[in-house]
């Protein structure tokens, strides 16, 4: 089966937040090193590992525009030729600080208050980016729809590959899977805890990256990364 690739913000390379990220995980998106993961009281380490299993396999990231598979005549390089045309023609902005939340029964980073350039920014690479993008079989629109769809959720499906974009967006940095409400509430109150590291700040937005994964039994990886210039 085809590669897939995935506009994702992900965040500076050494960052406090990056070092959160790939350490909560067990996995560097960059060089796919396995990685130790923190002690959690309660958990076991195998257990931990299981939880993260499913965020760990597409790195740590905030999807702007969903995996896909190219297009019949697109190639990679094309992607990064565009990603860069892209990036170049937008200016860096901040993104409100990140909090814990309870994401729909799995934990995530969100803004901590509305990013309306965010949304913005995520809509503009569904768009733009949609030409590179295969058309989705009937076999993945039928999986997509088993989880109940909205009438605007289905239209964004059919138009762009993937039902939650454009209002229906919601950034965020995967942390776990779903979770039943014991456990739920037990990892946030330690990542609430575990997650000051990265401090009660802004994150720049200042470039997109582009993640590849080869083929659906491997993980995803950092492919290229495209700074903003000035708009």
């Given at each position: 089966?085809s590669a897939?690739?995935?506009?994702y ?10 070092e959160?990220?790939v350490?909560?995980?067990g996995r560097?998106h960059r ?7 923190p002690?959690?009281?309660g958990?076991t380490?195998e257990?931990?590992f299981?939880i993260?299993?499913a ?5 740590f990231?905030?999807t702007?525009k969903?995996?896909?598979?190219l297009?019949e005549g ?10 860069d ?11 409100p ?5 309870d ?8 803004p901590?208050?509305?990013a ?7 809509a503009d690479?569904?768009r733009?980016?949609d030409?590179?993008?295969?058309p989705a ?6 999986r997509?729809r ?14 762009f ?37 990265i401090?009660?700040r ?14 659906s039994?491997r ?6 990364r ?6």
């Open positions: 089966m897939r690739y995935a506009i913000f992900s965040p500076a390379p050494g960052s406090a937040l990056e959160f990220g350490t909560w995980l560097h060089t796919g090193a396995a990685l130790d993961q002690n959690v009281p958990l380490r257990e931990l299981e993260t299993e965020p760990r396999h597409y790195g990231h905030g702007l969903a995996p896909f598979r297009a697109r190639t990679a390089a094309d992607l990064e030729a565009a990603a045309r892209f990036a170049a023609a937008r200016s860096p902005f901040m993104v600080p990140l909090a814990v939340t994401l729909d029964g799995f934990i995530a980073l969100t901590s208050e509305p309306p350039a965010l949304d913005a920014l995520a690479c569904v733009a980016f030409a590179f993008r295969s079989g009937a076999d993945e629109l039928a997509r088993r989880g109940g769809l909205s009438p605007r959720q289905d239209s964004n499906l059919l138009a590959g993937y039902p939650f974009v454009m209002d229906d967006f919601r950034f965020h940095l995967t942390l776990t899977r779903r979770l039943d409400d014991s456990l739920k509430r037990r990892l946030l109150a330690f990542l609430h805890v575990h997650a000051k590291v401090g009660n802004e994150i720049a937005m200042d470039a997109i990256t582009i993640f590849a994964q080869e083929s039994d993980p995803f990886r950092f492919r290229s495209h700074v903003f210039g000035e708009g």
